[in-house]
């Protein structure tokens, strides 16, 4: 088959590679009719997070249709699925307890140790995401081995094009649990770092969850004008003071909830002895740490700060003070995708949800190269790729 | 200085070492726990001494900063399993299962089944395996099952599991322990470590395997092809 291989910092590549095939009882094979670029995905192009290897099959949001189903999947030849980036067993401690990126089970035990000795505790497996999250190859293919199927994938009814459902793999539901994580009550201001896909997902399920009003901050216009279109008040950091602008914009009270969408993604995963190497090196680490010291200051007293964003290691000077004094309560992690998927959909098919203005590319799949070199050098224009393994290149 | 538990004080004298015929060390590893080293002697001796003696705390000797188990490099491991403990015990029982889920045990067949003797067949670096035999020397169904090698065997070591129900209906808390006479000493463990064979790394990915197994009905995998397994 097909597939999008990493092959090093700015070097992706679809290259032919052997075709998946069922290993374990409740596996699926699904051919690919969609699979999207995340912003995270970014990070492994720039090569800063450590256990990605030469030949790594890249891609964690993705559907398409189950061409193979193992002996104790659920799913059935043909249906349309799409798949959540956390691989979750579905009965673990966690699992059962719907905290389904924290599955103990899928994992594999020999890819646990770093990570065990890094957190504490070894993370749950993700497709397409290193070898700390389990080195399974992803979804820029053809063709993909999906574990446990019979309890991530979601089977998608007629009537809906790829287009509206795509996302319920990540960032929807990511943007949806940002928002859950703030707490929103009637008549709230939450401010939103980042209006990348999962911050402009968060605008709209924080306006969906009743906040009277959201406040985007960004930088890049024609994300600051999507944000907008979602219903959100904008702050273009370039051009104005922020934590000024949000007691302003909040009648001197604060943000009621904040929600930081940038993270630091770029570091995600990587120890800080590297992390130290690559702010040094790309000059972007203070940035992230940034973004989380700006909202926990521009914070209400007893307010919420919901982190989405990727962090991966250690932060310098992170405001514990302002934390405890102000008593303010923090909730993060990787999204429990599965928790979300039913009602989203749901919400989709009742047209509450629109997925569709978040994508302004659709490429090939063996254009996807150019899709990376795009989306991380042209971020204003290039909000979101999806590649389609079917799709015709364009003439010329 | 911290001592060890009453469980692994039992354990590890419960036994002398039988002689030493191997310089193998590759096998059987269930659990996590670096071992003596001449520090730690030094300092154990230092704290009988009374230089810094404190009463023992409640955790599991493994954990201790210090410790020392005679001849014995004691590694061990708790994983909590959501199953009855009856189930989990059954399946260990069966020691042909074992090699199910111990990636580097080849085979675990009976010799005399009724007196609890087995042999086990270890697959270490360099494609060299080893030949471990040992019989049962306690067997509580339901709680706990402990074994111990024979003089036959090319490594001298021996083995309990135990299990207890976890609080809140959380299942089973299952734990593993496992001495060793190191041959080698501390270069031999690092040579091991190096190959991923050392027991603590081995016992402790074993362990989480066994868990995978009887959760999930499969043990996880990222490789795309069987043959790629």
Redesign the interface.
């Known amino acids: 088959m097909r597939a999008l291989t990493w092959q090093g910092k700015h070097d992706v590549r679809v290259e032919t590679v052997?075709?998946?095939?069922i290993?374990?009882?409740?596996d699926a094979i699904i051919e690919v009719t969609s699979t999207a670029i995340c912003g995270s995905d970014l990070h492994l192009y720039d090569g800063v997070i450590p256990g990605v290897l030469s030949g790594d099959i890249l891609g964690h949001e993705f559907m398409g249709r189950v061409v193979e189903a193992g002996p104790?999947s659920t799913l059935k030849k043909d249906q349309r699925v799409v798949v959540p980036f956390t691989i979750s067993?579905?009965?673990?401690?966690h699992c059962?307890k719907q905290q389904f990126s924290a599955c103990?089970?899928?994992?594999?035990?020999?890819?646990?140790?770093l990570t065990e000795m890094q957190f504490g505790h070894a993370v749950g497996?993700l497709f397409g995401y290193s070898?700390l999250a389990?080195?399974?190859?992803g979804g820029q293919a053809e063709y993909v081995?999906v574990?446990?199927s019979d309890v991530g994938p979601i089977v998608i009814p007629d009537g809906f094009d790829d287009d509206d459902v795509l996302f319920l793999s990540d960032i929807l539901p990511t943007g949806w649990m940002a928002a859950e994580n703030a707490d929103i009550e009637e008549g709230d201001t939450v401010a939103v770092w980042g209006c990348g896909p999962v911050g402009l997902f968060a605008v709209q399920s924080a306006l969906k969850m009743g906040a009277a009003q959201v406040i985007a901050i960004d930088h890049y216009p024609n994300r600051l004008r999507l944000a907008r279109q979602m219903g959100a008040k904008v702050i273009d950091y370039t051009q104005t003071h922020v934590l000024e602008a949000l007691m302003e914009m909040s009648g001197g009270h604060g943000p009621d909830a904040v929600i930081d969408a940038v993270g630091m993604e770029s570091h995600g995963f990587a120890p800080d002895t590297m992390m130290d190497n690559v702010k040094q090196a790309v000059g972007i680490g203070a940035d992230g740490g940034h973004v989380l010291r700006e909202a926990i200051l521009a914070c209400r007293k007893g307010g919420r700060v919901s982190v989405p964003g990727v962090y991966g290691g250690f932060l310098d000077k992170f405001p514990l003070g302002a934390m405890m004094e102000k008593g303010l309560q923090i909730r993060t992690g990787q999204t429990h995708v599965q928790r979300y998927t039913k009602e989203l959909l749901h919400r989709i098919a009742e047209g509450e949800i629109d997925t569709r203005f978040m994508i302004s590319h659709r490429l090939p799949l063996e254009q996807a190269a150019d899709g990376y070199h795009n989306f991380r050098f042209n971020q204003n224009d290039w909000t979101k790729v999806v590649l389609k393994p079917n799709m015709q290149p364009a003439a010329g | 200085m911290k001592l060890y538990s009453d469980r692994e004080q039992d354990f590890a004298a419960r036994s002398e070492p039988i002689e030493r015929q191997s310089t193998l060390l590759w096998g059987l590893g269930l659990g996590a726990l670096a071992g003596a080293s001449a520090y730690a002697l030094y300092a154990a001796r230092r704290d009988r001494d009374g230089l810094s003696y404190r009463p023992a705390d409640s955790a599991p000797g493994r954990s201790a900063k210090q410790s020392r188990f005679g001849e014995y490099a004691v590694v061990g491991r708790t994983v909590?399993i959501?199953r009855p403990r009856d189930d989990l015990y059954r399946y260990w029982r069966n020691f042909k299962n074992l090699s199910g889920f111990m990636?580097n045990v080849k085979s675990v067949e009976p010799i005399e089944e009724a007196k609890g003797r087995f042999r086990w067949m270890i697959e270490g670096p360099a494609g060299t395996d080893v030949r471990i035999e040992t019989e049962v020397v306690s067997d509580k169904p339901g709680e706990e099952i402990a074994w111990r090698s024979l003089q036959t065997s090319q490594i001298d070591t021996k083995g309990k599991v135990s299990f207890r129900d976890a609080p809140g209906n959380?299942g089973t808390e299952v734990e593993a322990l496992i001495a060793y006479d190191p041959p080698g000493g501390e270069l031999g463990r690092w040579i091991a470590k190096l190959f991923?064979a050392e027991p603590a790394?081995q016992g402790?990915?074993?362990l989480?395997?066994f868990?995978?197994l009887v959760?999930?009905?499969?043990?996880?995998?990222?490789?795309?092809?069987?043959s790629d397994?």
């Not at chain 1, 052997?18 to 095939?21: A, F, G, K, R």
């Not at chain 1, 067993?89 to 401690?93: L, V």
């Not at chain 1, 103990?104 to 140790?113: I, T």
């Not at chain 2, 959760?215 to 069987?226: D, L, M």
């Open positions: 052997p075709d998946p095939e290993v374990n009882p409740r104790k067993c579905g009965g673990c401690f059962k103990d089970n899928s994992n594999p035990a020999e890819k646990q140790d497996g070898h389990g080195g399974y190859p081995r574990p446990f | 909590t959501d990636e959380r991923q790394l402790r990915r074993d989480k395997r868990k995978m959760e999930t009905g499969e043990i996880a995998t990222s490789a795309n092809r069987k397994k």
